[in-house]
DNA sequence: ATGGTAGCACCGCTA
């Protein structure tokens, strides 16, 4: 099973790029954040003729806005309670193959790392903090399949930023926020493929250069904000995992690219008995 | 120390 997750900055301005993604890439599923369109207008039929006929999605006029798009069927959808803004920032579908699957837009909080003068990042915390609740609270059955995609809006670790000094006090890579994120992680026992499994952490790796930059790959001033996370049962089953930098130089490219994984499944394990 | 870009909505907000 092969999985994407892309923050699309708008997918009506970028259908075109995601359905070449798609060509190219091949994914069971993509799971988008930032949408940024209202269901009605969501471009179903690009992707539904690439045989992404499964497709669950939560927008909202103008901002924010989830989907995940599949070639395999859902059992189930739903969408969790961790905004208190109620922003669409999250949609959770079970696969057929028994394989839940958690897609985030966490808030990215404003420019200020201060919640007392700053909504904005009260409001990243609160919802990082609903996350952790969630994940501690629920009943784990450990060998359950479970994945958590997303734009968490987090760098957490000393190379997943440019420069880790510079950015201890830029909103993204403050101690509060990896703290804040490491207990989402702990809360679940996730596993983070990409530095758990993959990428050393001593090598640098990002997934977001920002647009304000005169040459993004000149500067190379990146974060990894963009993640896969497994859950104790799914640990070891990725085969593969990349970070698609080289979209990030398409023509009209989003801020950030695809992070996908592709999972060896135990077939068995998955499978649902028959009713 | 500052300002740089992008999308959507609508003349500012969010990122």
Redesign the pocket.
């Known amino acids: 099973m092969k999985v994407g997750t892309w ?1 699309i ?6 259908i075109n790029l995601v359905t070449r993604f798609l060509r190219a890439e091949q994914p069971d599923v993509l799971c988008l954040q ?1 949408t ?3 269901d009605e207008l969501f471009p179903a039929g690009p992707l539904r003729r690439l045989g992404y006929v499964h497709q669950a999605i939560r927008g909202q ?4 806005g989830v989907a995940i798009v599949s070639r395999l069927p859902f059992r189930s959808v739903a969408s969790g309670d961790f905004c208190r803004e109620g ?1 669409a920032r999250h949609l959770c579908v079970v696969l057929e193959n028994g394989v839940e699957l958690n897609n985030f837009y966490v ?5 200020i790392p201060d919640p007392r003068v700053n909504p ?1 990042f009260a409001h990243k915390l609160a919802f990082l903090s609903a996350m952790a609740r969630a994940f501690r609270n629920r009943p784990h059955d450990r060998r359950a399949p479970v994945v958590l995609v997303g ?1 968490l ?1 987090v760098a957490p670790l000393e190379n997943d930023v440019w420069n880790h000094k510079q950015l201890l006090d830029v909103v993204s890579h403050t101690p509060i926020e990896t703290e804040l994120l490491a207990e989402v992680k702990d809360a679940f026992a996730w596993s983070d493929i990409a530095r758990d499994e993959f990428v050393p952490h001593d090598r640098k790796l990002y997934s977001w250069w ?5 040459d993004w790959r000149a500067s190379d001033r990146g974060r990894r904000l963009d993640h896969i996370w497994v859950s104790p049962g799914l640990k070891g089953a990725a085969t593969h995992h990349a970070i698609h930098k080289k979209l990030r130089g398409w023509k ?1 490219a989003s ?1 950030h690219v695809p992070v996908v994984a592709e999972f060896a499944l135990q077939p068995a394990k998955d499978c649902r008995p028959p009713p």
Request: overall charge positive; hydrophobic content about 20%; charged content about 30%.
């Open positions: 923050n900055n708008s997918v009506r301005q970028r930032e940024k369109v209202v006029k103008g901002y924010h922003h808030p990215a909080g404003g420019d904005k734009d809006n920002s647009y304000r930059a005169a009209g801020d």
